[in-house]
């Protein structure tokens, strides 16, 4: 698995798949199939390794299995000798406990991630990134929305043609808590979540509010919106 991440270890996806499935095709067939499995609907593999022009997929099905691949043991074993190191309010240490303990978190907390600033010195680089990281939680029974405004600071450098992370801090800034809705405006229980406040006061003003637009609370609609622009991007979907 460790030639398998090389750059060049092409030739190593090849072995493998003849090793696991007896035959190119016998193994191209069992990656379209667990490709599928996870819900990856714009992607179709024609070899092993991905070179071939044939094989097409985009950012979000590439997410999918990379979600997928840190869930084996062994390949967050392998990704967590790199040099990362992490340091933010409620946890400091190597990236595989970062990821670990991230999984395990009961608070969803969105990163909106804004302009990045980079640094170049030869092999080594440093970002600055404005984010802001969202909540929502109940607290004695009213809705409120938290978020805190930092700024991730991270560490690069090259490694033969890769550019790999050597640490992530944060640089807090502020931080609030309001709530959702003001005790004067009752959203109906009709309404999406993800724009509740846009349907009500909107639509006091007599206008038909669509509620299956894309939104982080139906992310098969995101996805789907995603996959249309990423493949009109690549030139294989015609936008009406």
Known sequence: ????????????????????????????????????????????????????????????????????????????EIVARLPFLVTVFWYKGDAEGFIQTSSKMKTVAPHKLNNTLVWLNGKRAVAVCMACIQTRKEIEGVSMDLSSYVRLVYTAFKDADIWKIASMDAIYEKDSLVPVSPASVHPSNTCRSSYMLLTSMIGSEGYAIDQELPGDDCPELSDALLSKVEGWLANVYKLP
């Open 1 to 76: 698995m460790e030639g398998l991440l090389l750059p060049s270890g092409d030739n190593i996806a090849d072995k493998l798949g003849r090793w696991v499935s007896g035959s190119d095709a016998a193994f191209v067939v069992k990656m379209n199939k667990t490709a599928k499995e996870l819900g990856m609907t714009n992607t179709n593999y024609s070899d092993a390794s991905g070179v071939s022009s044939a094989t097409v997929s985009n950012a979000v099905d590439q997410m999918k299995i990379a979600q997928a691949a840190m869930e084996n043991p062994v390949f967050r």
